[in-house]
């Protein structure tokens, strides 16, 4: 059964850059499609970005020039990096497995927040 | 990119039908027929319910039903049930080689 977890720093400090890690267990990280999405407290959800098994990554437009993913195989792991992070940036993150054009496998979500 | 419209809230009673659409433009539902629909209990994590403007995955009961009509794609629920109380968002796939949500609809079954 697949199951993702995120993990990282619940606090980020504004301008600094904001990473998480989604560890896959119940499938192997380089066979599949991975995304992000997040949601602000009380709104609701954004897609941020998805990296197929061939490397390629397609981003949300608004959030391109900040955004990078990655997969490590080894590690079981694939990771967001969003940089120069501000208050609007807090939200609960999501790393889910993107299969059949659809996102059908969720971790439960961390929270990070960016102070004003 | 903007996000696709969804009407804020709808409800119905128990056994009703309802309907929550998703409105797009040329660029995203009205160019692909790649529309998906999750369903998120408060506090829960997101749940796949439709995927390929119609398609159910596995596991997911066949009161939901999918379907699309130029720009607008529909989520319809049958035989409301108290569990189906919960926010839904549409997504679309778009020319930009990216995706894209609705607001969400919020679910009150009455």
């Known amino acids: 059964q697949l199951q993702l977890q995120e993990s990282g720093p619940g606090l980020v400090k504004p301008s600094e850059t904001l990473a998480l890690t989604c560890s896959v267990s119940?499938?192997?990280?380089?066979?599949?499609?991975w995304s992000w999405v997040r949601q602000p407290p009380g709104k609701g959800l954004e897609w941020i970005a998805t990296?197929?098994?061939?490397?390629?990554?397609d981003y949300n437009p608004s959030l391109r020039s900040r955004v990078t993913l990655s997969v490590d195989a080894s590690r079981g792991h694939f990771s967001l990096q969003l940089t120069s992070a501000t208050a609007a940036d807090t939200a609960v993150y999501f790393c889910?497995?993107?299969?059949?054009?659809?996102?059908?496998?969720w971790g439960q979500g961390i929270l990070v927040a960016v102070p004003p | 990119q903007s996000a696709l419209t969804q009407p804020a809230s709808v409800s119905g009673s128990p056994g009703q039908s309802i309907a929550i659409s998703c409105t797009g433009t040329?660029?995203?539902?009205?160019?692909?027929?790649?529309v998906s629909w999750y369903q998120q209990h408060p506090g829960k994590v997101p749940k796949l319910v439709i995927f390929?403007?119609?398609s159910r995955p596995s596991g997911v009961s066949n009161r939901f039903s999918g379907s699309k009509s130029g720009n607008t794609a529909s989520l319809t629920i049958s035989g409301l049930q108290a569990d189906d109380e919960a926010d839904y968002y549409c997504?679309?796939?778009?020319?930009?080689?990216?995706?894209?949500f609705g607001g969400g609809t919020q679910l009150t079954v009455l």
């Open positions: 119940g499938a192997s990280v380089s066979g599949d499609d």
């Open positions: 997504s679309s796939y778009t020319i930009r080689r990216s995706w894209v």
């Open positions: 990296i197929f098994m061939t490397g390629v990554t």
């Open positions: 390929d403007v119609s």
């Open positions: 040329n660029s995203d539902i009205g160019a692909y027929n790649y």
């Open positions: 889910a497995r993107y299969y059949d054009r659809g996102l059908d496998s």
